[in-house]
């Protein structure tokens, strides 16, 4: 009888040992610093990776080429954008409108663009030693990059970057677009696509009780020279 009875304490035994090994949970993720919810040890977070840097070069037209842009609402909304790489940061613009050339000369930093020099009337190239490019001061901030949505350069605020822009040499994805408003009622638009730079420009105004007038610049063409 003594035996039977050793014999069922020792089950007994056994089986409260297994059911408190059983009930003991192994240490959830967040535990002992083992694994958080972005899977890295210790809790830490993993390191962000640095945003890809972005070459301001990016913004604007190849070296040497002519842009042609077709416009919309206004006389002078068409017009060819000739691009001049003068040095490694400087380049020069010659906007012609039909009624006018208008030369920009931009320099170029590590992330951001300044206007540097803009004259009307400028039917020639524009020729400056390095000496004379580095003299010109800054007129205005044209770019900081990255673009940003809420960035706000000078009189312009950036609103999207991840749109698109149909013109009739391409349609372009990832599309930046920097707003200025010059008065309540009026608005302009320029959308900037990475390895071209301005591929279209809008003009907007709506008065009270009238039909919103719109003007817009498209790029149409590039031709090298």
């Avoid at 009337?121 to 003299?135: G, I, K, R, W």
């Avoid at 408003?181 to 730079?197: L, M, P, S, V």
Wanted: charged share 30%.
């Amino acid at each position: 009888m003594q035996k039977l009875i050793a014999f069922i304490l020792s089950v007994l035994l056994l089986l409260v040992a297994c059911g408190t090994e059983s009930s003991e949970e192994p240490n959830s993720p967040d535990e002992d610093g083992k694994l958080t919810e972005e899977g890295s040890e210790n809790g830490e977070k993993p390191e962000e990776q640095p945003a890809a840097n972005v070459d301001p070069h990016d913004f604007f037209m190849p070296d040497a080429s002519i842009a042609t842009f077709l416009g919309e609402g206004n006389e002078y909304a068409s017009f060819t954008l000739r691009t001049v790489y003068m040095d490694d940061q400087h380049i020069a613009t010659y906007e012609d409108n039909g009624g006018t050339v208008i030369l920009k000369v931009y320099r170029v930093g590590e992330n951001e663009v300044e206007l540097v020099k803009e004259q009307a009337e400028f039917y020639e190239d524009f020729v400056a030693s390095s000496d004379e490019l580095e003299a010109l001061q800054p007129i205005r901030t044209y770019l900081t990059l990255p673009l940003e949505v809420g960035t706000v350069i000078e009189d312009w605020t950036v609103t999207e970057t991840a749109t698109t822009a149909k013109t009739a040499f391409q349609n372009f994805e990832n599309v930046s677009v920097l707003e200025s408003e010059e008065t309540e009622n009026t608005i302009n638009k320029t959308y900037f696509a990475e390895g071209y730079g301005e591929v279209k420009r809008e003009f907007r105004m709506q008065e009270e009780g009238q039909q919103e007038f719109v003007v817009t610049s498209v790029l149409e063409s590039i031709d090298l020279e």
